[in-house]
């Protein structure tokens, strides 16, 4: 799609550099996250520093993570061929630079006695707008395109793109000739990205930074990209038990704060539960304490009748 754009701008005097590619769209989505978040650090006083660094480590990790996500996956196929191509030339998973990033911050923020909740809740809004961007690549690039559709929303990539060739090669297009229309899933992802951050931004103006926004990030995309998966229409990107491995992906993300979720709430009850004891029994003795009160007025009574005895003309004079 990048040629067609390319050639639209053109037509209409617009410079090339306006056009960003993948990298460079990632690149910018991770500057506009960390000034973000390097403002929600300043005003909390945490440190920018850790905050910065651990941004620079998530995304070298996203980096890393993409590709050996995406590599895995090629493996079967590089075995079948006995060649290294297949994992030479991968493309980047989008849940495995999510998950390696958020693994290298989280090594980075540990390693230096940080917390994770807040930094994760300060980088949600910039993790969603990087997932619009990216995928906004992905659509330039063509790659990660959606079944043919006859909606008026449909999408031909040129002749030469991966979905042109991919349809030559089912007999669905001639030699030549662009795909069919297909769902642009890549722009899909992008709104779910866009969603996602504008949905999280709400909880940022709540001081208490407990990983709510950073866990509504990852549950509207998990949730997006399960259903969006179902539209896909490259065949390259693993398939177990009738789901793909992007669905398993999202099906644990969603347990796992289901879990969290639950877990915290349970906390919150128990807690809950403690403070309303306590105030329903203030004055609650302990067990044995009206027998210890009783045999404490016993001894103050035989204390006073010992001195009596003990000292009778004392007791003789005070009474005249």
Known sequence: MRPLVLLWMARHGLPRWMLLDYFELAALATLLGSVVALRLATRAGASRTHTARAIACAYVGALVG??????????????????????????????GGLLFGA?????????????????????AVGAGLTFALVRTGCFLAGCDYGLPTAGPWGVRFPA???AALDHLRR???????????VHPTQLYEAALGLLAAALAAPSL????????????????????????????????RGVAFGLSTAQWVSVAIVLALASAWSWRLR????????????????????????????GADRDRERLVVGRLHADPDQHAHAGQ
Do not use: K, M, N
């Not at 980075?108 to 940080?114: A, C, G, I």
């Open 66 to 95: 993409g590709y050996l996500f995406e590599a895995l996956r090629a493996l079967p196929a590089a075995l079948a061929a006995a060649s290294w191509h297949p994992l030479a030339h991968p493309g980047r998973a989008a849940y």
């Open 160 to 162: 030469g793109s991966l």
């Open 205 to 236: 103006r709540r001081r208490r930074r407990d990983g709510r926004a950073f866990s509504i990030v990852l549950g509207v995309y998990a949730v997006g990209r399960f259903t969006i998966e179902f539209l896909r229409g490259d065949r390259d």
């Open 267 to 294: 906390g919150r009850r128990g807690q809950a539960g403690g403070r309303r004891a306590a105030e329903e029994a203030p004055d609650a003795q302990p067990p044995g304490g009206e027998e210890h009160d009783r």
């Open 103 to 123: 693994g290298a911050a989280a090594l980075y923020l540990r390693s230096v006695r940080e917390p994770l909740a807040p930094f994760f809740d300060r980088v």
């Open 171 to 181: 007999g669905f297009v001639p030699a030549g000739a662009p795909s069919l229309p």
